[in-house]
Structure formats: C-alpha cells, structure tokens
C-alpha cells in the first residue's frame, strides 16, 4: 500500500511538501491531486522516475507526457516566445485547468537542459510539448522547492475512470507508489482541456475543464483604447475600431474592443457630439456607459491605445510591466486633443483623426495577432494529446 498523508488534517502542509520533494529528489513517483483528477508526478530530471512512471502507466512513446510548470512566465523559459494567440491562452487560462501544446523548438529552450530520454517522451507532433500550470495549492508549493519542472500523468490504469480521490488512486495503483497526498476530491473532477496552438491556429485535441464556447472567447484578441472620462475620444474610438475590425475580418466578434478611462466614473453616457457624430457615420454610441481602467481591463488587453502621451505614462506608472502592451494611438507619439466641451465640427474632426490612426494600426498588425476563427472552431481528432494529470482512458486521452 501507499503511504498516505492527508492534507486535510495539518493547518501546516510544509512537513508533507518537504517529505514530497524529497521523494521526487529520490527519483520516486508521487500521488498528487491536482485541480483536474489526482496525478502521478515524477521529476523531469530523472530518467530513473521517468522510466518508473512509464512502467506503472504501462505507455508507450507515441503518447508524450505533459509537463507541469510552477507559473506562466517558468512557461517562458521553455517555448521561448510564443504566438500571440498561445500568448493570450496562457494569460486567461493559466493557472487552471489547460494543457496548452507548442512547438518548442528554440535552441535557448530550457528543455534542452533535461535528459534525452525526458526530452524524447515530452515532444509530441511537430516538435511541441504540453504544458500545465495547475492550480492547487500543493503542486504551488512543489514547484517552489524543486528546481525541475514535473512530469504529470493521471493516476489512473490504462481503460480505467480517472481517479477524482486518494481512495480511488488507492483502489488502482496502491503498492505501486510510495508516497500518496490527499486533499479530497478534485475541484474540475475530469479533464484539463487539450489545445495545440501553432501561430494563429489552435486546435482543441481533447475538451476538458474548459468548453469549447470558453476557449473560442478566450483566443479572441482585446484591444483597448482608453481617454480621461471615457466620454468623448475613446468611445468614439471603439466605435470606430469595432466597425473598422469587422469590415477587415469579416466578422463582428473575431476581437473584443472596449473602452475606459484613467479618471473616468462609472456609468456615464457618451457627450451628445460624439453621439451625433457617430451617427453621421452609420454607427450608435447611445448604449455608451464610461467605466475607469482597472485590472479588469489591464488583465485581458492585448493591445491598449491611448489617446495622449499623458494616458500612456499614468497606465504604466500603474503597470509598469506592460509597456510591451500599451501604445499611443497616434503612432508618431502624438496627441489626440479633447474635444470635450467642443461644437460638433471639433468632435467631427477628432473622428476623423482617431479613424485615420486607427486604419494605420489594423495595418500595422501582423496577421498571428488575429486568431484563425475557423480552425479555433475544428478539433483534431487524428493526434495524441500528451498525458497530463486529468484523464487516461483506452484512446490516450490526457
């Protein structure tokens, strides 16, 4: 039988972390839950846990094993930049219940640093490899002792359902690991979601804790446009980039466009100009309702283009670390004078600069920005999703 500790029953998990760690030093093979079904974890630095691993799960080559990460930006050091696509998946997924594929093929990729034998197992098709960032407080607490990323398998028979409990691990594998953590049922109860994404394509190989709705809204790019009151210029921006976008892509919803400002309150309508000149231009801004820029916003943006040098400096003061991210709209540096208080003339003719600009910008765009909306759509039923810790059953699913 396995050893088990019960998470549950300490108020300091620290001792069992220690005990874990240390085993996975050892090159042993742990029982762990995770945020999907309860896994088996192993070293990736350790052939000996690797060969082990295999042989309790009974798996051949053809079925790559995923790895787990202790955060998005530990990701980094192993795809070495990504797509934006892949890019936004793993900022509105991660941690949780995604393993998301990509290719890894850069010489500075940190999966060079592990053993050929480890290497070989983790690259599936077309030189990608599956990545977790699992989020369960005792995985959380792995990865910050443990210098290696973990191999991560569910802690299931071949054929056999996953295991959502200790005791169903137990019932399957006991005797075969030595040490086994339990923290109750699982949280997702079932299968992390499997996504391919090479460029601007992505392919869900097997649906999991995330439904394919979510997935289709989360690879959709988020651009921002943000004034001072989120009353004038920026409404009148997202109005006109929304149409814009749908005109390019030929679609209404490919990319998600809003609006805020850095002083803005809450739920107020557009100026009565901005609203008339939009409507000169066949488009409705009554709905309007300002809302100030926040994490919310910041969060989930891809792309945020302000209306003054002023905006751009007060965002990055806030956010410091985005600055890869947030732009002014006039690509020269310059500003988009308030119109605020302005006759209609002055609102028409800030359009019309903010129209201009924003042209210059969807040109500027290269194409992997905008996700491949037919291919987000078609799951590939003919590869081999790697073997995470969240299901294993007949057809190799992860």
């Not at 992390?192 to 690879?219: C, D, H, P, W």
């Amino acid at each position: 039988m396995s050893k088990i500790l019960d998470l549950r029953a300490t108020d300091d998990p620290r001792d069992i972390v220690h005990r874990s760690v240390q085993a996975l030093v050892e090159g042993s093979v742990v029982g762990v839950p995770t945020d999907t079904v309860y896994g088996l974890a192993a070293s990736a630095l350790s052939e000996t846990a690797l060969e082990r691993l295999c042989e309790i799960k009974g798996r051949d080559k053809a079925s790559p094993l995923a790895i787990s990460v202790a955060s998005r930006e530990a990701a980094e050091d192993f795809y070495c930049g990504i797509a934006p696509l892949a890019r936004r998946l793993a900022s509105r997924c991660w941690p949780g219940p995604l393993t998301l594929v990509i290719p890894c093929e850069s010489s500075h990729s940190a999966v060079r640093q592990l053993p050929a034998a480890v290497q070989e197992r983790i690259r599936g098709e077309f030189g990608c490899v599956g990545f977790r960032v699992v989020d369960h407080r005792v995985i959380t607490h792995i990865h910050r002792f443990l210098s290696a990323p973990l191999l991560l398998t569910s802690a299931n028979l071949t054929g056999q359902p996953v295991a959502t409990t200790a005791e169903q691990v137990e019932q399957q594998l006991g005797g075969q690991i030595p040490l086994l953590l339990d923290d109750g049922p699982t949280r997702y109860g079932g299968a992390s979601t499997v996504a391919r994404v090479r460029g601007n394509q992505m392919e869900i190989l097997r649906e999991g804790g995330i439904e394919r709705a979510a997935m289709n809204q989360f690879i959709k790019p988020i651009i921002a446009l943000v004034c001072t009151g989120n009353t004038c210029r920026s409404p009148m921006a997202e109005t006109l980039l929304r149409d814009q976008l749908a005109k390019k892509l030929g679609c209404e919803d490919a990319v998600r466009v809003l609006s805020a400002g850095v002083a803005a309150s809450t739920g107020s309508g557009a100026t009565p100009q901005a609203i008339e000149v939009m409507g000169r231009r066949g488009l409705d801004l009554t709905g309007h309702s300002s809302r100030p820029l926040d994490d919310s916003v910041m969060g989930v943006a891809d792309l945020v283009l302000t209306m003054t040098r002023g905006h751009r400096a007060a965002i990055l003061a806030a956010w410091p670390g985005l600055h890869d991210r947030v732009f002014t709209l006039r690509r020269d540096g310059g500003d988009i004078a308030d119109p605020v208080g302005m006759p209609v003339d002055v609102y028409e003719g800030c359009a019309d600069q903010i129209s201009s600009e924003l042209s210059a910008w969807i040109e500027a765009l290269d194409d992997d920005f905008f996700p491949d909306s037919d291919s987000a759509q078609t799951s590939s039923s003919q590869p081999t999703p790697p073997t995470d810790a969240s299901s294993d059953s007949d057809s190799n699913q992860a």
